[in-house]
Structures are given as C-alpha cells and as structure tokens.
C-alpha cells in the first residue's frame, strides 16, 4: 500500500516570491509521481507528472517538481507566484505494475496555496 | 479534444434515495475511475473500470456500484443515501499506454448534497 504526505497545509505567500510545496511518499514498488491543482469549484487539472528519466519536471504554468527516490520526495516549486496560483495543489501516487492498483491515485490531503498581494 | 464530462453537476437528494452520476471520458480512453472528495477524508478511491470490467475497487461500502458501457462512458450509483455521502464525486479517465503511467484527467466533479 502507498501514502501520501503533504507537510504543509496551508502555505501563505506573497506575490511574485518563490514557493515551494512538500510532499513525500511512502511504497513498498515503484510508483509513478503526479502534482494536481484544483481551483474552488472545479476538478482536478494534471500539473505535472514524474514517470521515468530525469528527476527535474517541470509542467504547466512555470510549476516544476524534483523527485528524490532517497528522500521518497516530490516537492513542487514555482520560482515566482501569481495571484491567480491561488488554489489548492495535490500530490499522487500511483503503482508501476498494475495489479491491485488499477486506476488508482492515492492522494495526499492537499495544500491551500494563498498568494496574497 | 473535448475533456471529461459529468453529468449532473449539482445534485440534492434526501436520505435513503438513491443517486446515479455519470462519466463521460476523454475519446479514446477506456480507463474510467471514481473518487469521492470530502473535507474530513480528502480524496478517496471508489473503483476503476476498464472495456467495461471494474478492475479495482476501493473500500466502499456495497451501496456504491458502478458500470461501465461499450463506449466506455460510467456510471456510479449510491443506494440508500446517507448523510455522509454528502460530497464531491471526481471521474477522471485515462488512456491506459505501458508507461504513460496511465495519468488520470479529470472532469469538473458532481456535487451530491444529501439531506
């Protein structure tokens, strides 16, 4: 079985100031490493994903995220925030081989990114 | 390429009704799985169809169901409605590629109210 943990809850910013948002993972495979964001009221929109090769990611609207097998980390980062980043970003895991794990994306609990002006 | 759709968006029922939501997938997928976002649990796992078999089921209890049709859009059904199943219900559906890691996309959610 996997989890997922986010240490932060909520992360307060400023704009334009880097941020960085945490994750780690726990499982006994491999898994695959995805970052989701989801803006109040709506789904869930892919940010990047973590497959294979390189461990830098970067994804869409200048979000990037280093993976760490060592440290079982995947922590997202944006060198400079926008007002309209603020949301509530999630961390994934899924297993490599299928199995059990059809379909399925363990989730961290979320962080609540707030950009203030 | 149109996203995933679900229908209906908003919902209120009482207790003890039943509910049936559907999934429409991105065109091409066949993977289609169901979660339930609450506040106190977070994102939850229900289970995932694939060419209209469920694969994977996560621990629900039996009054939620689901299926899958030929053109791989879903439905999910809860039965006896309880309070608790008052929450955000997400499809999302995949392509299912070896090594695409079978990366799930995301419609905009039904949001059941049960009172």
């Known amino acids: 079985a996997q989890s997922v943990t986010q240490l932060d809850s909520q992360v307060p910013v400023f704009e334009e100031a880097p941020v960085e948002l945490r994750c780690n993972y726990s499982s006994s495979v491999s898994v695959y490493l995805f970052w989701y964001v989801q803006y109040p009221n709506q789904g869930l929109q892919l940010l990047l994903k973590?497959?294979?090769?390189?461990?830098l990611v970067k994804g869409i609207n200048g979000f990037e995220a280093e993976f760490n097998k060592s440290q079982t980390s995947f922590h997202l980062r944006k060198p400079s925030v926008h007002i309209s980043d603020t949301a509530e970003y999630f961390c994934?895991?899924?297993?490599?081989?299928?199995?059990?794990?059809?379909?399925?994306?363990?989730f961290g609990q979320g962080t609540i990114l707030t950009v203030h002006p | 390429k149109a996203g995933v759709t679900q229908t209906p968006r908003y919902l209120i029922k009482t207790r003890g009704q039943q509910v049936t939501l559907s999934c429409s997938p991105i065109s091409g997928h066949r993977s289609v799985s169901w979660y339930q976002q609450t506040p106190g649990q977070g994102l939850q796992f229900l289970f995932e169809y694939f060419s209209e078999t469920q694969r994977n089921k996560g621990n629900f209890p039996g009054r939620f169901s689901g299926r899958q049709f030929s053109n791989s859009r879903s439905e999910m059904n809860v039965s006896t409605l309880e309070l608790g199943d008052s929450a955000l219900y997400l499809c999302?559906?995949?392509?299912?590629?070896?090594?695409?890691?079978?990366?799930?996309?995301f419609g905009p959610g039904t949001r059941l109210l049960v009172l």
């Open positions: 973590y497959l294979s090769g390189s461990t």
């Open positions: 994934a895991v899924s297993e490599r081989a299928g199995g059990t794990s059809y379909g399925k994306l363990t």
């Open positions: 999302a559906s995949s392509l299912v590629v070896a090594g695409s890691g079978e990366t799930q996309y």
